[in-house]
C-alpha cells in the first residue's frame, strides 16, 4: 500500500497555471486481501489551457484518476485540488455544487436526454443549477462545434458525431475550468472521432479551455498536447507534442515489461521535455516540489 496522505507535505496550493493538482493520490477499492490498489500515490499537475491525454493499460487506472480529479469518487490518501480549491475533504454537497460550475463533463456515452433538443441538452446543466448561459460564449461554442443548423434537433435526429458533438457543447457551454473526457470517442467511427478531436483541441486553441481526456487510442492521444501514461496505478511516463507512432510504440513496451516507479511528480506545465518521444521512464518529468 501506498504512502498515506498525512506522510506526504502538504503542497502548496496550485498557480495559475494548473487547473487541477493531485499529491500522494491513492485510491484502494475494498479491503484485506481483496484490496485493489487503483491509484498508488499519484502526484500530478494538469496545466491550464492545455489537452492532456491519460493512457495506459486496461486497469492501469485511469478512469479513477480522472474520476478523483473531477471530484466523482473518493480518494483513500492524498489531496487533490481544482484550480485553487482543496477538494479532498469537500462535503458531497459542495462537491456537486463544484462540479456542476466548474467542471465539464464527456462521456463515451453522450447522455443525451432523449426528449430534449439539441440546444435544450446543451443548457440543461445551467437551467439545473438556475444559471443563466452567456449567450455570446454560447453562440461561439455553437459556431465553433457547427450545430447553429441542427439545434432543434432531437438526439435520435442526428448522427453519431453530432450527438457527440451536443455532448462536447454541453461540456464547454457553462465555460468550466476543467473539462473531463472519458474515451469521447470510443462509440464513433474514424471520421466522427475525428471530428470531435477536432472540436476538442479547437476549445483548447480558440476557446482557451483545458481538457483531460481518458483514451485506449494512439491516434487520438495524438491530437492532445501532452499524454501521460498510467501502469499499475502510477504515473510512468509522459510524452509532449505526441505522434501516434510514438504513442503507440510507448504502449507496446507496456506490453513486454512494467516500467519502474516514478520518482517525482508528472505534469503539464514543464517545458523540458522530448517532443514527440518518451526517453526512458519519466522522460521530462520534473523535479519533486
Ligand atoms: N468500483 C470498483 N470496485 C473495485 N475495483 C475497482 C472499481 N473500479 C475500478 N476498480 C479496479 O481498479 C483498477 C483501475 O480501474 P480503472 O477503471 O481506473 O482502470 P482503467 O485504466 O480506466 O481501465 P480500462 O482501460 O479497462 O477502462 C482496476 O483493477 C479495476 O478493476
Known amino acids: 500500500m501506498s504512502t498515506p496522505a498525512a506522510q506526504h507535505a502538504p503542497g502548496p496550493a496550485p498557480a495559475d497555471g494548473v487547473a487541477a493538482r493531485a499529491r500522494g493520490l491513492t485510491k484502494a477499492y475494498g479491503s484485506g486481501e481483496t484490496a485493489v490498489i487503483a491509484l498508488d500515490s499519484v502526484d500530478v499537475d494538469i496545466a491550464r489551457g492545455r489537452f492532456t491525454a491519460v493512457m495506459g493499460p486496461s486497469g492501469s487506472g485511469k ?14 490518501a492524498g489531496q487533490v485540488w481544482l484550480g485553487g480549491t482543496e477538494i479532498t475533504g469537500l462535503k458531497e454537497r459542495e462537491l456537486t455544487r463544484l462540479r456542476r460550475d466548474r467542471i465539464g463533463f464527456m462521456f463515451q456515452s453522450f447522455n443525451l436526454i432523449p426528449t430534449l ?74 471520421r466522427a472521432g475525428l471530428e470531435v478531436l477536432a ?33 499499475d496505478g502510477r504515473l510512468v511516463d509522459r510524452m509532449e507534442q505526441p505522434s501516434a507512432d510514438a504513442v503507440l510504440e510507448r504502449m507496446k513496451r507496456f506490453d513486454v515489461g512494467r516500467v519502474p516507479r516514478a520518482g517525482g511528480p508528472l505534469d503539464g506545465t514543464a517545458d523540458d521535455a522530448s517532443e514527440g518521444r518518451a526517453e526512458g521512464p519519466l522522460a521530462g518529468a520534473p523535479e519533486e516540489d
Open 63 to 76: 478512469s479513477t484518476l480522472m474520476h478523483c480529479l473531477a471530484g466523482l469518487d473518493t480518494v483513500s
Open 117 to 190: 433538443n439539441a440546444v435544450e441538452n446543451i443548457t440543461l446543466p445551467m437551467d439545473i443549477a438556475g444559471h443563466k448561459p452567456d449567450q455570446k460564449w454560447l453562440d461561439q461554442v455553437i459556431d465553433t462545434l457547427g450545430l447553429r443548423d441542427r439545434l432543434r434537433h432531437r438526439p435520435a435526429q442526428l448522427s453519431g458525431g453530432q450527438q457527440q458533438r451536443v455532448a462536447c457543447a454541453r461540456a464547454l457551454a457553462s465555460r468550466p475550468e476543467l473539462i473531463f473526457a472519458d474515451e469521447p470517442t470510443g462509440n464513433l467511427d474514424s
Open 199 to 231: 472540436f476538442l483541441r479547437q476549445a483548447v486553441d480558440d476557446l482557451g479551455q483545458t481538457v483531460v481526456m481518458v483514451t485506449h487510442d494512439p491516434g487520438a492521444a495524438a491530437h492532445s498536447d501532452l499524454v501521460l501514461f498510467l501502469a
